[in-house]
């Protein structure tokens, strides 16, 4: 399987290493996007096999699947071409497909699949299970470290000023959909839970400032008629962007490495 990464942070970065170092069998690294050739140009010259640096209309020809990591301004460019080609499209930016019926249309005409990893979150097999029967409720706490707030725009306009903060402080709580137009960069998390779960306007998030962590926290509790289940995890950083968490591009690679295993565990 070609595959294309489109966006060369932190977690593409990673992935194509992967690749590089036939770590993912099955799959090998056909392109990838950068923000400019300069970057390009360093990224291939710590591959082992360079790779061509491509438009995303190019991408989506010579690829079997793109991994999109991208700004959320960006999402529309790369999902559409590989969409409408009939390619599958692994999504990082989540937050993006909310109420995006249409993305699942095309993928639906052309034979395009759009594939969610878990990302930076855990469970979401024991969700999809508890959805094939009925869910009473879902609710998100994402608690997040106070200098990992500093700065967001919604704090400015709703004027709440975080600053000698002693004790974890709820900011903001709602639906989904409410809270992401509020931080539409912050709830990717989010948006895979809902995605699996109950939908993005039934399932409730809570965004804490809390002062007692230094790193992102994610609780998701849930009430079913199969199972009531809490789930926490707290991610380590990694090593190239302190905003993105480690187990992220992980995810991505357990995700390329099952399509073509011979076993596979959890849905």
Not at 116 to 129: E, F, I, T
Not at 241 to 249: E, F, Q, S
């Amino acid at each position: 399987m070609k595959v294309g990464i489109a966006g060369m942070g932190a977690i593409g970065l990673n992935v194509a290493g992967a690749l590089d170092r036939d770590e993912i069998p099955g799959c090998t690294l056909a392109g990838f996007a950068a923000r400019s050739q300069a970057r390009a140009d360093a990224f291939n010259a710590t591959l082992a096999r360079p790779v061509a640096h491509l438009g995303f209309e190019d991408l989506a020809d010579r690829c079997d699947l793109v991994i999109e990591c991208l700004p959320p301004q960006l999402f529309e460019a790369i999902a559409r071409p590989v969409l409408e080609r009939g390619k599958s499209l692994v999504v990082l930016s989540a937050s993006q497909l909310l109420g995006r019926d249409d993305l699942i249309a095309l993928a639906e005409a052309h034979g395009g699949r759009i594939l969610v990893p878990s990302g930076a979150m855990l469970g979401l097999d024991a969700l999809k299970a508890a959805a094939v029967g009925e869910i009473t409720s879902v609710t998100i706490e994402t608690r997040k470290p106070v200098a990992g707030l500093l700065g967001a725009p919604y704090l400015a306009e709703a004027g709440i000023d975080l600053t000698g903060l002693d004790a974890p402080r709820c900011i903001l709580s709602g639906s989904v959909t409410e809270v992401a137009r509020a931080f539409p960069a912050n709830v990717n998390v989010a948006a895979a839970v809902s995605l699996a779960g109950l939908g993005p306007d039934l399932t409730r998030l809570e965004i804490w400032a809390d002062p007692g962590l230094e790193r992102n926290q994610h609780s998701v509790h849930v009430i079913s008629d199969s199972s009531d289940f809490t789930m926490t995890i707290q991610g380590r950083p990694s090593a190239q962007n302190p905003a993105t968490g480690r187990i992220t591009p992980q995810s991505v690679i357990a995700l390329l490495r099952q399509r073509s295993a011979s076993l596979r565990v959890g849905t």
